[in-house]
């Protein structure tokens, strides 16, 4: 059985962490599930940019976005 994990983004700060974080358990062969919040749509456009969300999508596995 492969391992799981799932990553929660809330709005505080520490997108750069979650990215690194992904990339990490990805590269180590863990499936990623991110959840994002609300607010941590807009703290991850402030500390990454406006593609910022899409670079934390790009390395999950699967991804789940609160409106």
Known sequence: MSKRLIVGVTGASGSVLALETIRQLVRAGVETHLVVSKGARLTVAHELGVDGLAQLTSVANHF????
Not at 64 to 67: G, I, R
């Open 64 to 67: 789940l976005c609160f409106a």
